[in-house]
Antibody
């Protein structure tokens, strides 16, 4: 079955950097758009970034544009999110999720699938 | 696209019916509309996709309907484990958008 496993979260000071990873299995990762979504403590869900299946197209939320960088390694079935110049308000659980767009011939997913999340805490 | 959920909080008793609303700021493709349940400390759990299809393993007391800009989610008879926060989600295009959540409380 579809599995997404995030890692790389931790406690960092403002201004520092982190690199999150999301390892995928159970579906043709290289065919699917992938998203990052975050949830601050006690808050709702906030979309962060998206990358197309072939890594050509990518978009960011205004709140992270210029500080976060999304990338992927299809040979390793892995999605990344590099977080730079971290702010207190970036504290959240970060989730990766599958998108609806499929660029291959094998497109088995019926809906978004989410990982369990990794926690980023920015604190001085 | 902005998703607006109502009510913000729904206070009900076990066995009662819960009805939640989500309105979008413009017409959307219902094929890419979903509902999630989230309990404290847990990952959002997909209940409904395609506006009305139940995800694998979801009990039939959960249902969704709607089209255009008006979507509804219902729980026919509340079980104790159904008290949680529910989010609507449009995933038809980027950026993804989510409703602000409806808390269903006892």
């Amino acid at each position: 079955q579809v599995q997404l496993v995030e890692s790389g979260g931790g406690v960092v000071q403002p201004g520092m950097s982190l690199r999150l990873s999301c390892v995928a299995s159970g579906f043709p990762f290289s065919s699917y758009t992938m998203h990052w979504v975050r949830q601050a403590p006690g808050k709702g869900l906030e979309w962060v970034a998206v990358m197309s299946y072939n890594a050509i197209n990518y978009y960011y939320a205004d709140s992270v544009k210029g500080r976060f960088n999304v990338s992927r390694d299809n040979s390793r079935n892995t999605l990344f999110l590099e977080l730079r110049s971290l702010r207190l308000e970036d504290t959240a659980v970060y989730y990766c999720a599958t998108g609806r767009e499929c660029g291959g011939d094998d497109c088995p997913l019926l809906h978004p699938n989410w990982g369990q999340g990794t926690t980023v805490t920015v604190s001085s | 696209i902005v998703l607006t959920q109502s009510p913000g909080t729904l206070s009900l008793s076990p066995g009662e019916r819960a009805t939640l609303s989500c309105r979008t700021s413009q017409d959307v493709n219902s094929v890419f509309f979903g509902w999630y349940q989230q309990k404290p400390g847990q990952t959002p759990r997909l209940l409904i996709y395609g506006a009305s299809k139940r995800a694998a393993g979801i009990p039939d007391r959960f249902s969704g309907r709607g089209s255009g800009a008006d979507f509804t989610f219902s729980i026919s008879r509340l079980e104790p484990e159904d008290f949680a926060v529910y989010y609507c989600h449009y995933y038809g295009r980027s950026p993804w958008t989510f409703g602000q959540g409806t808390k269903v409380e006892i």
